[in-house]
């Protein structure tokens, strides 16, 4: 039996049910996008960007990677942010972790993943840098939580010193950052860190963008 009929069917009666809400649901966007939201996730089935944040079709640019990474030589994920800050004009970022990420949990153990090793070596370097922090927690799962966490301010951090945003924080009052953590138990979301184009980085970490 072919799994995938079911989502075909499924999305049959979806075109249907939208339909009779509302005969412009799918033409009223005029063909064009204007998303306020980039949502930058875990690729994690667990954690349906839409879906919890009832985002409709045009409301939500989405880049998803294990363990929701911002790795400054990813291109995938800086044409994504590129694209959406400039062209889209989005008002908000949101990197968003979630718990029990396996990414995470597979970053903290000492088992080889072969290639994944190398997209995982990012989380590895975090958790090094906040070793401490992380050994003093009682058990594996605390760890993990607190790891999710940790990752999560890292990547909005990271995503603060591209510099698509730093550009873009000297012109205008956009985009917000922020870094939310997702219950993959109990299906909330939760803020972690905010940061707004008052917030440039470190002057270390500041590129001297000429515009
Ligand atoms: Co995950």
Redesign the pocket.
Known sequence: MDGTRRLLAYNQQWVAERLAERPDYFTRLGGQQDPQFVWIG?S?SRVPAEMLTGCQPGELFVHRN??NQVIHTDLNMLTVVFYAVERLRVKHIIVCG?TG????KAAMSRQDFGLINRWLQNIKDCAERHQAELEALPDEEARTGRLVEINVVEQVDHLAKTSVIQRCWKREQRPWLHGWVYDTDGGTLRELVRRTPGDLPHAAHQYDIED
């Open positions: 875990c994690d294990v363990a979630h990420c396996g990414g995470v």
